[in-house]
């Protein structure tokens, strides 16, 4: 008989909050004045998890950031939570929808139907304006999250695997197109809490690698390097290709050039190539379509900008500019932003007004944050020629009306 997953949803819970073992998790709890050992914590995450006592729901809650049903837990009768003919169901971002708690069973075809849209939203991520599609990719995870309950076997799993996947898709909009790391980070974890339902260990890897950007932004070392350190270990439970093994390097890399170790990331991105170039008898998932080689070369140049690199730099993203596919509108604004920041720190204020532009002009029809932040940081980097006509030129671009409200209101 195949071994349970247990309360996956309180383990994931556990460990994105950062305690990667239960006694760490025991030591917060005393922290707060709660009494329990590891043996406690084992029975929260067996299949049948006792209900927490007020004091240790309290707890839980503020330190794992959701309520306790969120958590796994199942009311006993007459408690709170109990007898409710409904429940709400969504994520951090997405309308609150009412769903009956009595659905009727989904048949076998309600994976097949719902992975089909999730599939569909990951296809329309390129191409449809961040603010239509996040709305829609929220509500379709909360019609997964309230499918999951009503099937069993392999459709919960195939049920369960789209909704991770359309978790990861919401957060990752959250996180690059609309800058709001806070609740992506919740999104992840829901995210990381279905791919447990589903028990697919690569789809949590990539989970927990996006969850190492949240504290890597921030210049947190050790928090993006433990994320990494459990996104590498369930890659290993694979099987993961050598694609999937060069992003969470070249993640990695983001982070630690972020967090000022250059020399770190361009190692961590030489072992990416070498890793690509060796190949692997491994196929990437299908969901895997935001990374290949060229995109390695982008966080490449970015890291050799950083490390002020700047021959290199240039040579690397002029090499990306050329090789990226004709649909990465995204990927160009990140890039364009990024040679303009190369031209302002070699003192070659002109081209780098010219490569903002180009920037702006991409980010009027595929708006992303992630690129305006770069054009923004060029522009700080330019104040030193602010007089200069080039300058004023940009200027008009990045605060005319319409860039102006989209950066705004998005």
Known sequence: MPRSPGNVRFKAARMAAGYVSQQALVTALAGRGISIDVRQVRRWESDTPPWPYPGAQQA????????????????????????????????????????????????????????????AHRRLYWTVAPAVLHPAASAHAALGGALLPATAGATRQGVAT?????????????????????????????????????????LGAAILAHMAFVPGWRRDRDGALERMVMARTYARRGPASAEFLAWLDAVEAECETRCGQTRTALNLIAHGEDVLAAGSEHASPE?????????????????QLVAGHLPQARETLLGVLEDLPADADKQRTVVFGDLAAVEAAAGMPA?????????????????????????????????????????????????????TLSALTR
């Open 351 to 403: 081209a780098a007004c010219g490569y903002a532009i180009r920037a702006l002009e991409q980010l009027e029809t595929h708006w992303y944050a992630t690129g305006m932040e770069r054009v923004r940081e060029v522009r700080r980097a330019l104040v030193t020629w602010q007089h200069e006509q080039c300058v004023r030129d940009l200027d008009d671009r990045l605060y005319g009306w319409g860039t």
């Open 287 to 303: 969901w895997m379509d935001w990374f290949s080689p060229v995109r390695l070369a982008a966080f490449k140049g970015n890291t």
């Open 60 to 119: 839980l809650t503020e330190l794992l950031g959701q309520d306790i049903e969120s958590l796994g837990f199942t009311p006993p009768v007459g408690q709170v939570g109990a007898g409710r003919a409904s429940r709400i169901v969504s994520t951090a971002s997405a309308p609150r929808v009412l769903v009956q708690n009595a659905a009727s069973a989904q048949p076998a075809s309600a994976a097949a139907d719902y992975t089909a849209v999730t599939r």
């Open 162 to 202: 789209a909704l991770a996947e359309s978790f990861l898709l919401a957060g990752r909009i959250e996180f690059f197109d609309l800058r709001d790391p806070d609740q992506a980070e919740g999104t992840w974890l829901r995210a990381l809490q279905a791919a447990g339902e589903a028990e697919d260990s690569l």
